[in-house]
């Protein structure tokens, strides 16, 4: 492919938003870059922020009362002064700080007034900081509220943090409301947010209360537990962790790692290298990378250069990369300039690239030069565009009309008329069908189609079905539904009912189960199995089958027992397998000994198998060897064999010439080692 021709515009706006300078050429120059010309040209601009972040609108009510708080400035005043930060850090404090400030007796107006902020993320952070304090001063008060929330993700989010909060005043009664939550993901969020914080005062309590809970809740819960245990002293915190059983083990260590490599990444390093082959060490390597390249980017860069090529040196040299950019970015970009070409570098410059793409997209786009064009230089091209573009509509609007080459225009116009759909999802969709027929032009008009259902999901969907018929339409529907789903589920099933066309029906329901089944997965089993018999309802049984298992594998087990055998609930079956197995292999076990012989539970093993050698090889074996069909057991054993190999080839050559596999599959075994 020949060389990306991008133009670059110079901008008058702080060329990091996060930065504090001013690039301002005085005339247009041209300055080559690898082998590509990039022409820079200015463009005035008046301020680095979009033009709807100075203010907000006023829509509700409560906006219009003032929100007292300490200092004697009112609520509404202090948030807007936070937001003009041109540092998402410092902005991200100061929002902190606001949050803190806020009187008891306040929090439904602070957060009333917060709703009117445009900035997603921001809006987020200072909510739930909101709920924290208020579930420590009025945990039921704050519960109502939040429980309240129509989008289900937000909800369950704001749940947990209110009872983040109620538990620095009285963790037993916290512990008590989550124990009589129905299981489900608001309760999981909530224990999670429950035990990371009375680990902080008391580990040992956390931990018990941990071996006591789901496997899915331990796991998410248990760094929480073991990262400030293993400040103190590493080697004890390593010692408790080896008592842990596997399934719990394997997430605590990145932890104690961590914290271990902050005070001596040498040894921590050392130590993970001993580690035993597989995702474990991975990912206790890529935490203590990360640590290291925080405190010392370039020495963790120096170590990263002298291990062999694979994913420990590309994870160690991308974190060292990115924190060495942050506080030295000529020295970080003058380390990528003498890399010698090739797919090592592209995979660092496409680090680099997305975490530049925020905060300087001048800089990140002339950083995309030194990529070997393709799809990966694409890819971050496109995030940049749409980055540049939600933090300066106007100038990354502009950059792109200069652009002059169909390929580059292909590329970025997608990520920019997914920015301008934000404000005028009609105009945007214009620009967006104005563009060359292919990939580039679906991606567009599905980016905008999902920012409109943001706002008017109804609108969206009636739109999404003018679309030609194909993937483009479905993929617009099915992301529209389910968005509107989290939202007002109530009015997208109603919505939902009143489809004729059998397509548009098999495109939509198996999404609308889906999400319904991250709440209520009972309620989602029965509204599937209302659905008349077709591809839509089928799709459904898998994705309802899939939602449930994640959350109590053992009752969407049962629940497709009771099903007719069909291609379907054999799938779903085998899906269930493979995560019971990942979070409770004693349980998934049990319930695979209990199911008849045949070709169903052949089919649920040998799945499963593959699953549970990502940790215990020794045990899909197994699992494998009680398969009842000789041909099956025999394929399913020798494929097992080839993986086990390939992350252990001593112990994988052991079991094989100690097997019951005949001589000519040991042989072909063993010759591909």
Known sequence: MKPLPLLIAALSFGAGIACGYVFKPSHPSTATVGATSVTQVTTQKTSGFPAHAASAP?????????????????FQTLLKEAMHSPNQRKRWKALMAVADSVEPGKFREALAAVDSLHERGEQEVIRQ??????????????????????????????????????????????????????????????????????????????????QNLPPRIAQSSIYQIFSPMSFDNPQTALDRVNRLPENLRRYALPAIASNWASTDPKAAMAWAQQLPPGNSKLSVMGSISMQWAQSDPQAAVQFASSQPAGNSRNQILSSALQNWAAQDMDGAMGYLGQMPDGAEKNRLVQTMGFSLAYQDP???????????????????????????????????TAWARQQTDDHVKNVIWPGIVSGMAQ???????????????????????SNVIFQWAQNDPKAALDYSQTLPAGDSRDNCLRNVINQWMNNDPQSATAWARQQTDEKVKNTIWPGIVSVMAQQDPKGAAALT????????????????????????????????????????KSNAMRNVASNWVRNDLAGATQWVQSLPDGKTRDDIVGSASFQILQNSPETAMQWAASIGNDQTRSNIE???????????????????NSSSLTDQVKARLLQKK
């Open 58 to 74: 006023a829509s509700a009510p409560a906006e219009k009362q003032e929100t007292t708080v300490a200092g004697g400035k009112d």
């Open 129 to 210: 900081e909101l709920l924290s304090r208020w579930g420590e001063i009025d945990p039921q008060g704050a519960l109502a509220y939040a429980q309240g929330i129509s989008n289900s993700q937000k909800r369950n989010m704001s749940v947990a943090n209110v009872v983040n909060g109620w538990s620095e005043t009285d963790p037993n009664a916290a512990l008590q409301y989550v124990n009589q939550m129905v299981p489900g993901q608001q309760r999981d969020f909530a224990y999670q947010q429950l035990i990371g914080s009375i680990a902080q005062k008391d580990p040992d309590r956390a931990l018990a209360m941990l």
């Open 362 to 396: 001048v800089r990140a786009i002339s950083l995309v030069q030194q990529m070997t064009p393709g799809d990966m230089q694409d890819n971050v091209l496109r995030n940049v565009a749409s980055q540049w573009m939600n933090n300066d509509p106007e100038a990354a």
């Open 423 to 445: 404000n005028d999802p009609k105009g945007a969709i214009e620009v967006a069908q104005s563009l060359p027929a292919g990939d580039s032009r679906n991606n567009a008009v």
């Open 529 to 568: 199995l209302s659905l008349p018999e077709g591809e839509a309802k089928n799709n459904a049984i898998s994705n309802v089958a899939s939602q449930w298992a994640s959350q109590d594998p053992a009752a969407a087990a049962a629940w497709l027992t009771q099903l007719g055998d069909s291609p379907q």
């Open 638 to 656: 020798e494929n097992l064999a080839r993986n086990w190999l390939r992350k252990d080839t001593d112990a994988a050559t052991r079991w094989i």
